[in-house]
């Protein structure tokens, strides 16, 4: 059975910094694309990041460009998103998703055909 799943969410102040899992059951991330998203109430899914597992390719929105870091543990089975520098409007629920497989990184969500249940982060003083 695919399964993903996301931890690492919480509450963070302004300027600080967390790091999400995206952990995979079922299946090897090797040949898939992995990509960050999220939603904040009221608003659309946003794509945030993603990861060719095949090549290392990577992608990130504008929005998160210099501040969110994707990286990968093949061991692990796991995919990472280190984001730094947060603000209060990165406050969503934050999901990762899977494509493929040989798919490559894109950060639109109706490619994806797994999706995780979401972790929240609320960034607030």
């Known amino acids: 059975q695919v399964q993903l799943v996301e931890s690492g969410g919480g509450l963070v102040q302004p300027g600080g910094s967390l790091r999400l899992s995206c952990a995979a059951s079922?299946?090897?991330?090797?040949?898939?694309?992995i990509g960050w998203f999220r939603q904040a109430p009221g608003k659309e899914r946003e794509g945030l990041s993603c990861?060719?597992?095949?090549?290392?390719?990577?992608s990130y929105a504008d929005s998160v460009k210099g501040r969110f870091t994707i990286s990968r543990d093949k061991a692990k089975n796991t995919v990472y998103l280190q984001m730094n520098s947060l603000k209060p409007e990165d406050t969503a629920v934050y999901y990762c998703?899977?494509?493929?497989?040989?798919?490559?990184?894109?950060?639109?969500?109706?490619?994806?055909?797994?999706w995780g249940q979401g972790t929240q982060v609320t960034v607030s003083s």
């Open positions: 990861i060719k597992n095949s090549d290392g390719t990577t």
């Open positions: 998703a899977a494509d493929g497989p040989w798919s490559d990184c894109t950060l639109r969500a109706p490619r994806y055909d797994y």
């Open positions: 079922g299946f090897t991330l090797d040949y898939y694309a």
